[in-house]
């Protein structure tokens, strides 16, 4: 089993800055891809940014330029700083993390963390 737990949600103004943090424990073994989801009242969870254990990341259209998603693997932690906050991004933000055994793939999620963005 993995547990993550998400801090560093709140309340900021459009164009403000948030940093979230995911720490990891449990057995890591095989974890692979950590990322970061969200979801806003009356819409489905959707992919914010993940990023796999070698480094390469990927983030949402949505957020690119304005999120970046980094790794720190000897603290099994990982981050996401968010600059240039809009309204649209206010969501419950959900660490991921997931990992295959024997063809089988399982994921992992953390509580939320409320994200709320004034305008």
């Known amino acids: 089993q993995v547990q993550l737990v998400e801090s560093g949600g709140g309340l900021v103004q459009a164009g403000g800055s948030l940093r979230l943090s995911c720490a990891a424990s449990g057995n890591m073994f095989s974890i692979n891809t950590m990322g970061w989801y969200r979801q806003a009242p009356g819409k489905e969870r959707e992919l914010v940014a993940a990023?796999?254990?070698?480094?390469?990341?990927t983030y949402a259209d949505s957020v690119k330029g304005r999120f970046t998603i980094s790794r720190d693997n000897a603290k099994n932690t990982v981050y996401l700083q968010m600059n240039s906050l809009k309204p649209e991004d206010t969501a419950v933000y959900y660490c991921?993390?997931?990992?295959?055994?024997?063809?089988?793939?399982?994921?992992?999620w953390g509580q939320g963390t409320q994200v709320t963005v004034s305008s």
């Open positions: 990023i796999i254990s070698g480094g390469s990341t």
């Open positions: 991921n993390a997931d990992r295959v055994v024997a063809g089988i793939r399982y994921y992992y």
